[in-house]
Structures are given as C-alpha cells and as structure tokens.
C-alpha cells in the first residue's frame, strides 16, 4: 500500500459512495485491502463511547500526543 489513509476519513469515503460503486472498487482505487476496510468497520462500530471521545480528541491534536 502507497500512503497511509486515515481510517475515519476512509470509513466516510466509503460511506459516501458505497450506494453508487462497490466497497472493492473504492477499496481498489484507494489502493486500501477490503480486509482492512471490514477490519476498521468493526473497530468503529465496536467502540464505546469513551473510546470515541479519546479518538476524537487526539484527532484534533493530529496524533501528536497519541491515543
């Protein structure tokens, strides 16, 4: 795979285009596995509340203090 992709912002690409392309050719153009696509669904859905917070939080810091 060529360069990172942020896992929420590829989530919300996906979700935005899944009704007119598939999930393996958004997948495929983003050069991201369908696997890893399925893999941070999961990870998000099963996340809690305090889980999301924390996400969020160091989002808006870019990472740089960590989860």
């Known amino acids: 795979m060529g360069k990172k ?3 929420t912002l590829f989530l919300e690409l996906v979700d ?8 393996t050719m958004i997948c495929d153009c983003m050069g991201v596995p ?9 990870r998000e859905d099963g996340m809690t509340e305090l889980e999301k917070e924390i996400l969020a939080i ?3 810091l870019k990472f740089h203090v960590g989860h």
């Open 5 to 7: 992709v942020e896992p």
């Open 16 to 23: 935005c285009f899944k009704d007119k392309y598939s999930i």
């Open 34 to 42: 369908r696997a890893t696509y399925y893999r941070c669904r999961h």
């Open 58 to 60: 160091c989002e808006q």
